[in-house]
């Protein structure tokens, strides 16, 4: 099965590209569901279907291609309701009025991190060849995707301790604090929804799936896309391509359009620089507005051309180990930012990389154990991080 994930700055076009090609998916013959995570959903708009004939089900919109707008909410109350009991246990303890505790409980973001969980259903139920996900604007899906990794450090090195401290402490924390303690339902909502991200984010870093941003040919919206580039190989998910969309075409422009002509090429350029080595799709801008499953497939058609939209890609991996007769080097696909802007630091087993706001923490193999972070340097859009056995003394420490 592959699974394609669309995304790029709010505007851009991401949902029209992610519908196009799912719809020339479907016409190649491929079982294909195209499903949206953004709340705001724009896919039957795309589709030009009516209002409410697409929703929380796969609903057939041409032969072989299905649409699915999550819903978000009710995911949400499957996945929060009993940690949300909890919170608002200790909200309504602290006399806080209900409206406002219920508001409190909802994390901001929360309902498009759990609308993939509905992608995990999908691919599970073995019904598609093929699955496209209109992500939401990039940063939330920079966020979105950054999710269980982190919350995969807190369930393995905080939570086990919490739950046996808690199981033991209960009824002295209870009257000390005068709020309830989380119970055994809290923590194993916590272990459940942990377990269903993992297996999400397993799917989605896998060799079977890849990311494309949509980007049109502005200075500002580049900037944002060389950033989830470096952010989303940062967490280890492959950029397989880049669509270039709504470009003037320079035949019969008068001046004013010229101008724009001009501009665009500048950009496009630096476009080539940025995603040197990616393929890097463009799409005119359109006398009309693509809608509807026909519109949507000839735009596809034309953007991929003769190549194949569906095609594996070629890029590496999350990291890659190399041991070696004086050490080892950590190999981390990290394009487009230089040394000065990597932090590195060792917690215990963990690798902590840090680029700009974004914060990865990879666990090392146990056989790294015993050794120092001797030196690392970024080349060639790759971060290598050299790691050295630490010398053992007389005493054999």
Known sequence: MRVLLFTGKGGVGKSTVAAGTAALAAADGHRTLVLSTDAAHSLADAFGCPPGSIGAEPAEVADRLFVQQVDAQLRFEQSWADIQRYLL???DVAGLDPVAAEELTVIPGAE???????L???ALSGAWDVIVVDCAPTAETLRLLALPEALGWYMHRVLPVERRVVKALRPVLS???GVPMPGDSVFDALERLHAELEEVRGLLSGPDASVRIVLTPENVVLAEARRAYTTLSLFGYR?????????FPAEGADDWRAGWVMAQDEVLERVAESFAGLPIWRSAY?????VGVDSLRALARELYDDADPLARTKARGPFRISSGEHGAVLRLSLPLVSRAEVDLARNGDDLVVTVGSYRRLITLPSGLARYRIAGARV??????????EDPVDETGR
Do not use: C, K, T, Y
């Open 89 to 91: 246990s200790i909200l």
């Open 112 to 118: 498009e991190v759990l609308a993939l969980l509905e």
């Open 120 to 122: 995990r259903l999908q």
């Open 175 to 177: 009257r000390a604090a």
């Open 239 to 247: 950029v397989d391509g880049v669509v270039a969309n709504r470009i």
């Open 286 to 290: 359109r006398p009309g507005e693509p």
């Open 379 to 388: 080349e060639q859009g790759e971060l290598q991080v050299r790691f050295v």
